[in-house]
């Protein structure tokens, strides 16, 4: 779910953009979004393809299964692509055609992402300095 969605309710085209990208790169790494959640690595598929991307490892986002035998420029530029489209802000995404045009021609240059939606990382933060949901119980007490 794209992050206007989740925190105000709205959708638009590029709320699909949004994902689009995430699907994407769970094609491309043949990991679901869902497997990361609490894990050691990152809370999220999107946090583990930036922080591979920020380190140069982008060849190592994909599926190992296909990783020695795909062409290595198409898949990072896929990797960018799936990057752009997961961006927090949805003006800075992408649009459908757009995408289109760079993934079927190589010489299309692709911006560099900005830092995607919902990256952060589990092991940096403390269980209780925050509620998952932001949702508080309150009790009704007696006086």
């Not at 990783?67 to 802000?89: F, G, I, M, P």
């Not at 952060?120 to 009704?140: A, C, G, M, V, Y």
Request: aromatic share 12%; proline share 7%; hydrophobic share 40%.
């Amino acid at each position: 779910m794209s992050p206007e969605y989740v925190v105000y309710g709205q959708f638009s085209e590029k709320s699909d953009v949004f994902s689009f990208g995430v699907l994407f790169l769970e094609i491309l790494t043949g990991e679901r979004n869902s497997d990361f959640f609490m894990t050691e690595i990152c809370m999220s598929l999107l946090g583990w393809a930036w922080k591979m991307w920020k380190e140069g490892r982008m060849l190592e986002l994909i599926d190992p299964s296909i990783r020695a035998t795909c062409d290595s420029n198409k898949a990072t530029r896929s990797v960018l692509v799936a990057l752009l489209c997961v961006q927090e802000t949805p003006t800075d995404r992408p649009t459908m055609s757009d995408i289109v045009v760079m993934l079927s021609n190589e010489t299309t240059p692709i911006p560099e992402p900005k830092e995607p939606a919902f990256r952060s990382s589990w092991r940096h933060q403390k269980f209780n300095d925050f509620s998952i949901n932001e949702l508080t119980f309150t009790l009704p007490v007696p006086r």
